[in-house]
């Protein structure tokens, strides 16, 4: 089981996953909508297809020190009234 803090701009929170859950599914759980914006993994944008890769896949296996990750999906909007 792994720790992740998911969210978009406005909201954030963490929820315990298991690490064989994939990232689009554990933010359609969450209800992010993931098809605005960037989606990115403690930090880094995600490539196309990353979506469907469990967190095992990019190495979070729940053991000490790979076990929690931010996951989240930001709208960067321009001159935003």
């Known amino acids: 089981m792994i720790k992740v803090t998911i969210g978009n701009n406005v909201d954030r929170k963490p929820v315990i996953l ?42 979070y296996t729940g053991e000490e020190g790979h076990n929690k990750c931010y996951l989240l999906n930001v709208v960067k909007t321009d001159n935003a009234a």
Request: cysteine-free; overall charge negative; hydrophobic content about 35%.
């Open 18 to 59: 298991d690490e064989n859950t994939t990232l689009r599914a554990a933010l359609e759980e969450q209800g992010i909508d993931y098809s605005v914006g960037m989606t990115s993994l403690d930090g880094s944008t995600l490539a196309p297809g990353a979506l469907d890769k469990t967190f095992a896949d990019f190495g």
